[in-house]
C-alpha cells in the first residue's frame, strides 16, 4: 500500500519533468536544425509490377524508395528488374551506393536520394561487368 502512494506521489512531478524534457529537446533540435530525429529503421517494402508484396530485401526496398523520391517521382513508374548494393568503406567512413536496373535504364544511387548516374538502356550498345576482392 505504501508503495502505490508513493508512486502516486511521484508520478505527478515525474510527468511534468518528461514533459519539460521533451519540450525542451524539441526546442534545441529545432535551434540547431536537427532532421534525422526518429530516422527509419529500414526502407519500406518493395511490391512488383502487380502491386504484390514480396518477402522483404532491403536492396530493392530502398531502389523503389529512391525512385519514388528522386525528383518528386520522376522515375517511379520504371520496373525494377535487379538490384546491386555497391556500397563500400573507404577512411573509416561508409559510403551508401545501389546499382539497380529497370525495364527503361540502368541506375546508380547514393543513400536512396542522389542520382549520381542513368543510362537508357536503349542507348547501351554492350557492357562488361567485372568482380574483384
Known amino acids: 500500500m505504501a508503495q502505490g502512494f508513493l508512486n502516486s506521489l511521484f508520478s505527478i512531478p515525474n510527468s511534468m519533468l518528461r514533459g519539460v524534457y521533451c519540450v525542451a529537446s524539441g526546442i534545441t533540435n529545432e535551434i540547431n536544425d536537427v532532421k534525422d530525429f526518429g530516422q527509419r529503421a529500414r526502407y519500406p517494402r518493395y511490391f512488383d509490377l502487380n502491386e504484390k508484396m514480396l518477402v522483404y530485401n532491403s536492396d530493392f526496398s530502398q531502389a523503389q524508395l529512391a525512385l519514388k523520391n528522386y525528383k518528386e517521382g520522376m522515375y517511379k513508374n520504371e520496373v525494377i528488374e535487379t538490384v ?50
Open 84 to 133: 546491386y548494393d555497391v556500397s563500400y568503406r573507404k577512411n573509416n567512413e561508409f559510403f551508401t551506393r545501389v546499382l539497380f536496373i529497370t525495364n527503361e535504364s540502368v541506375m546508380f544511387m547514393e543513400k536512396a536520394r542522389k542520382l549520381k548516374s542513368r543510362v537508357l538502356l536503349r542507348k547501351i550498345k554492350g557492357m562488361m561487368v567485372y568482380f574483384s576482392d
